[in-house]
């Protein structure tokens, strides 16, 4: 079994990740909630999972309808718009309904829609859908897509504020917008 789709999916959402507005929400719901890490968490994994498994089926599903060269230039031409699209910032405006969850249950709920409503068209998930239609198996591009998330995440809900003020996070964007390039060209040029 070939865990490239794996170590790429969790790699590039990672860094992705970093500084996105999911990334943003998990720091806000941290720092709401500060003492409902582990709901936040769970909401978080849950909403991911669900998402990414979704938009990779679906990156998956519309590669079985194109041919192999069609599919290598909407690839190919998608990885590179991506790699654009992570070096323009995000932001977040904090969702009124945030102000009134009081419990865990509660604020686990709250953080598996909130994530999940965040993350449709977010680059993340459009990542997900265009490394569903690269690589060939949807539960490791899920399971990467998932972990790399979670790698991001979770570190931001248990270390707040801090985690974000250590690390400088245009230059993560960056590594990150040049491997998204880099497959790309990777793809467009020496795929067949």
Known sequence: M??????????????????????????????????????IVWGIFL???????????????????????????????????????LLIPDKLEEDE?????????????????????AEMGDKTQIATIALGAKYGSVLLVTVGTTLGMMLANAPAVWLGRQFTKRLPIKLVHWVAAIIFIALGLITLVWSS
């Open 2 to 39: 070939d865990f490239s789709g794996l170590f790429i999916s969790t790699g590039v959402v990672a860094l992705a990740e970093i500084g996105d507005k999911t990334q943003l929400l998990s720091l806000m719901l941290a720092a709401r909630y500060p003492k409902h890490a582990w709901p």
């Open 47 to 85: 909403a991911t999972m669900v998402n990414h498994a979704c938009a990779a089926y679906v990156g998956h599903w519309v590669a079985g309808f194109l041919s192999p060269d069609s599919l290598r230039w909407i690839l190919g031409v998608g990885f590179l718009a991506i790699g654009l699209w």
């Open 97 to 117: 309904n945030a102000k009134q969850a009081k419990g865990a249950w509660q604020i686990f709920i709250l953080t598996t829609a909130l994530f999940f409503l």
